[in-house]
């Protein structure tokens, strides 16, 4: 396993954990040098919170740890391509890299709808996605289509049996 990968099952276990209590499974995790420094979890439908992404979540805490916003010489490994809104977390605390599994084709930033970390911001992170694509794309898939299946499930037990014919 290289160190990505292994970064990036510690962000999937942070996954599995928002999943655990019905949130959509991204997770995440900060690193300086080989210690992860901070985790964070999608808590979004818990917290009723649109900016609990497991990313800022995740910079809030290491913001906190080192004792400052700027969190130099730290990586990123998250689930899911970033948001627009975490890919400006990402640069203006200035996260050094980026490491995602998922591309996210709706609102990623780094590369599926657009690319941030390209623009003439003043702060540019390396970015490697598709690590551990397969398993992060596969936590996403399986849970929205869970929940697919329980809400169609819901619409059919709601309607009433029609009349017995006599």
């Known amino acids: 396993m290289t160190r990505d990968e292994r970064f990036m ?5 942070q996954a599995k954990r928002a999943a655990s209590i019905g949130e959509a499974p991204i997770g995440a ?18 917290e009723k919170n649109a900016l609990h992404h497991a990313e800022l ?13 700027r969190l130099i010489g730290c990586e990123l490994f998250v689930t899911l ?16 890299r980026v490491v995602y599994g998922a591309p996210d ?3 990623g930033c780094a590369q599926s709808v ?25 936590l996403l898939s399986n849970f929205f289509g ?7 499930a819901a619409r059919a037990q709601s309607k009433t049996p029609p009349p017995e014919q006599e």
């Open 57 to 69: 979540i995740a910079i809030d805490r290491a913001c906190r740890a080192l004792g400052g916003w």
């Open 9 to 13: 099952a510690a962000a999937i276990e």
């Open 146 to 152: 869970e929940l697919r299946r329980k809400k169609k």
């Open 29 to 46: 995790v900060i690193v300086r040098g080989e210690e992860i420094i901070a985790v964070g979890s999608n808590t979004r439908e818990s």
């Open 81 to 96: 391509e970033p948001c627009p809104m975490c890919a400006g977390g990402i640069i203006n605390s200035r996260i050094e």
């Open 114 to 138: 657009c690319n941030l970390f390209a623009m003439p911001f003043n702060h540019f992170p390396e970015v490697v996605g598709g690590v551990l694509q397969e398993e992060c794309a596969a």
């Open 105 to 107: 084709p709706k609102a």
